[in-house]
């Protein structure tokens, strides 16, 4: 909750300054990276329940709901991807702090997504592309 509260309290600073731009804004360390975390998730919501959420800022590409490896349950916290950066900025401002089934919902910034665990016997990966699970697929030869 004190990270909600200080994201709030950094937003409202700007806002009562008033010489809010791009490049003073505490989102501009954010600049290359459309990657959000969102924390304290209520345990009923499902990757596409976060997508309607989520929409209403921008093209999502990309979600990943943490669930635990063994049971499959989701622990509560996601990564998302927009197709653009600056629906990050409009989903921090607006959904961070928001209540959703009673639960205070915390939204911030990522540099990159959700780092992958390694099997023992799983070599690793350099594709650190968009796995775009969410976009529609481009349709070729049109």
Excluded at 33 to 51: C, K, M
Aim: proline residues 4%; aromatic residues 8%; glycine residues 8%.
């Amino acid at each position: 909750m004190n990270v909600v509260k200080e994201i709030q309290r950094i937003n409202e600073r700007e806002i009562t300054n008033g010489a809010w731009n791009d490049s003073s804004s505490w989102h501009a360390q954010y600049k290359n990276s459309a990657w959000i975390f969102i924390g304290n998730i209520p345990f009923d919501l499902t990757e596409g329940d976060i997508v309607c959420i989520f929409s209403q800022y921008g093209e999502i590409i990309h979600v990943e709901l943490i669930r635990d490896q063994k049971t499959g349950h989701p622990r509560g916290f996601a990564f998302l991807q927009y197709e653009d950066q600056r629906s990050t900025i409009l989903a921090v401002d607006n959904l961070n702090g928001a209540n959703v089934l009673g639960r205070t919902l915390r939204v911030d910034h990522s540099q990159t997504g959700p780092k992958k665990r390694k099997k023992n016997d799983e070599e690793e990966s350099d594709d650190d592309g968009p796995k775009m699970n969410v976009a529609p697929s481009l349709i070729e030869g049109i």
